[in-house]
């Protein structure tokens, strides 16, 4: 079974503005009752406190339904992380230099080694603060890894992401209205399960 999440990443906030534009989004889904005002122990993200789905959480969602499970709510996280889908594997990246993808599993879905030899280390290292710079295997071009793409949204590095943890899908309309409240920033969904 297990606790299935998605979680917007908005890949343009600094770490300047990220709690601002966080504590934005919040005000703006609890005053639209998407989300409860009153912070409880709803998710599994952090200090595991969220917000719970609000009278009006069906505007967001394509079910109307909320999930009768405890971890029901949305986190919200600034500073610098890296986001992940949770379980598997990212099956390729894509460099932004070049646009080359480089396939990091192969024909039964086993990480390729030699593939992953120039990520090694890097999402940590950017985390920690770095660049994370990965010399593409293709065009020989370094770039910070929060430039590269991932199958399927992977991994996203970013300052701000919203995690909605056991919600319904969520809609293309409530997605394209977070960016918008984010001032157009270019956002990633990742979609995943624990």
């Known amino acids: 079974m297990g606790d299935h999440f998605q979680t917007i990443v908005d890949l343009d906030a600094t770490e300047q503005d990220a709690a601002r534009l966080g504590a934005g989004l919040l005000d703006w889904l609890i005053a639209d ?34 999930v009768e499970l405890w971890s029901n709510g ?19 990246a894509t460099c932004p230099l ?7 599993v192969d024909d039964t879905w086993c990480p390729v080694d030699s593939a992953w030899a120039p990520f090694a280390g890097r999402l940590d290292a950017w985390a920690n603060g770095g660049e994370g710079v990965v010399e593409c ?24 992401g919203l995690t909605f943890w056991n919600w319904a899908e969520l809609t293309y309309g409530f997605e394209q209205e977070v960016r918008r409240r984010l001032g157009g920033h270019r956002t990633v969904t990742l979609r995943g399960k624990l």
């Open 137 to 160: 295997p293709s065009c020989r071009r370094p770039s910070g890894i929060d430039r590269w793409s991932w199958e399927d949204d992977y991994y996203a590095c970013g300052q701000l």
């Open 74 to 92: 949305l986190h919200v996280a600034t500073g610098r992380t890296v986001f992940d889908s949770g379980q598997g594997e990212a099956g390729a």
């Open 98 to 104: 070049c646009a080359t993808e480089i396939r990091l």
């Open 33 to 66: 009752g998407i989300v409860s005002a009153e912070r409880t122990d709803c998710v599994l993200d952090n200090d595991g406190y969220g917000n719970a789905p609000g009278p009006d959480y069906a505007k967001a969602v394509d079910d109307p339904e909320p």
